[in-house]
T-cell receptor, first 113, second 115 residues
Framework: GNSVTQMEGPVTLSEEAFLTINCTYTATGYPSLFWYVQYPGEGLQLLLKATKADDKGSNKGFEATYRKETTSFHLEKGSVQVSDSAVYFCALSEQAAGNKLTFGGGTRVLVKP | EAGVAQSPRYKIIEKRQSVAFWCNPISGHATLYWYQQILGQGPKLLIQFQNNGVVDDSQLPKDRFSAERLKGVDSTLKIQPAKLEDSAVYLC?????????????FGQGTRLTVV
């Protein structure tokens, strides 16, 4: 079956530091890959996505590249802000499976001023 | 555009009691999902509807959980009887299209505590 593994948190950073969260996946087919974010007190929302190999998703200064050869989709941001403090979830979906999402366990990020 | 609405936001019940959660998806979204998120874990799919038909309920504990989607719009998820291990956040999500990489929109969830 499908699965997603992401680095455990919490990750604590100072403002303007570089952030990377590792994500690897196992899939039976050719999945689409996502990063969802959950800010304190809010629901899950899509941060970025990529639907084919070598695609780069980007949003709000975050980037992730779909690496089929290493089955990875690592999230990066060059300079984090306090407002980036949240829980980040890597996920995959397959169209043949109704686009249901398979999530990783989540990584809590705390950015200190 | 209104988002996915869920109610109640919080619920505390005793074990062996029953509970129901309600979800109103974004207007026009044919696909509706219910996920269970246990504290410290990622969400796990319980059931997926396409309009008012069930697409996938393979992970739904059918001896105690049930769900329906009325007229292809609103949905309810019920637990009867509840167990302590059902304590979790129950998330409803919806999506408009069935294309590859379609985004799912999530509600804020219902936090259930079983005591």
């Amino acid at each position: 079956g499908n699965s997603v593994t992401q680095m455990e948190g919490p990750v604590t950073l100072s403002e303007e530091a570089f952030l990377t969260i590792n994500c690897t996946y196992t899939a039976t087919g050719y999945p689409s890959l996502f990063w969802y974010v959950q800010y304190p007190g809010e629901g899950l929302q899509l941060l970025l996505k990529a639907t084919k190999a070598d695609d780069k998703g980007s949003n709000k200064g975050f980037e992730a590249t779909y690496r089929k050869e290493t089955t990875s989709f690592h999230l990066e941001k060059g300079s984090v802000q306090v407002s980036d403090s949240a829980v980040y979830f890597c996920a995959l979906s397959e169209q043949a499976a109704g686009n249901k999402l398979t999530f990783g366990g989540g990584t809590r990020v705390l950015v200190k001023p | 555009e209104a988002g996915v609405a869920q109610s109640p936001r919080y619920k505390i019940i005793e074990k062996r009691q029953s509970v129901a959660f309600w979800c109103n998806p974004i207007s026009g979204h044919a696909t509706l999902y219910w996920y269970q998120q246990i504290l410290g874990q990622g969400p796990k799919l319980l059931i997926q509807f396409q309009n008012n038909g069930v697409v996938d309920d393979s992970q739904l504990p059918k001896d105690r959980f049930s769900a329906e989607r009325l007229k292809g719009v609103d949905s309810t998820l019920k637990i009867q009887p509840a167990k302590l291990e059902d304590s979790a956040v129950y998330l409803c999500a919806s999506s408009f299209r069935r294309d590859r990489g379609t985004e799912a929109f999530f509600g804020q969830g219902t936090r259930l505590t079983v005591v």
